[in-house]
């Protein structure tokens, strides 16, 4: 049996990444998961996060994230998110304002788009824990 797995990370702009990885983390819209080899096939959709990725040789990456679709099937990860970062690309001054500018609009009652304000403000979270 198997003790690796293929993922592949797709972002609009680029393949993130691709590669054998022995482990990953990764938040889904029913909590984090995490997925080793040989996982029974699954498909979920994503949140915004800090996704954990054990490459095959031991080394640890982390990166973020955003809402997207997982699939897992015959040993391979195929993760669609709207965007995905390293911890270098991040511009943090540009999540923590996000951040203050999501908090301001889920403090007023009234004309606000509670779910937009509500994922924006995850994004900019964990883009920060990244």
């Given amino acids: 049996m198997a003790n690796s797995y293929k993922l592949i990370i797709l972002s609009p702009e680029r393949e993130f990444y691709s590669g054998e990885i022995s482990e990953l983390i990764v938040g889904s819209t029913e909590g984090s998961i995490g997925i080793l080899a040989n996982h029974m096939p699954l498909v979920t959709t994503l949140r915004p996060s800090s996704t954990e990725i054990v490459e095959k ?19 391979e990860v195929t993760m669609l998110c709207d965007a995905a970062e390293w911890p270098e690309e991040i ?6 304002e996000a951040k203050k500018r999501a908090e301001k609009r889920l403090e007023q009652k009234t004309g606000v ?18």
Avoid: C, H, P, Q
């Fill in 57 to 75: 040789g031991g080394e640890k990456l982390k990166a973020f994230t955003s809402s997207g679709i997982l699939e897992v099937k015959n040993n």
């Fill in 91 to 96: 511009d943090k001054k540009r999540a923590e």
């Fill in 113 to 130: 788009d509670v779910k937009r304000a509500e994922l924006a403000l995850a994004r900019a979270l964990a883009r920060m824990k990244v």
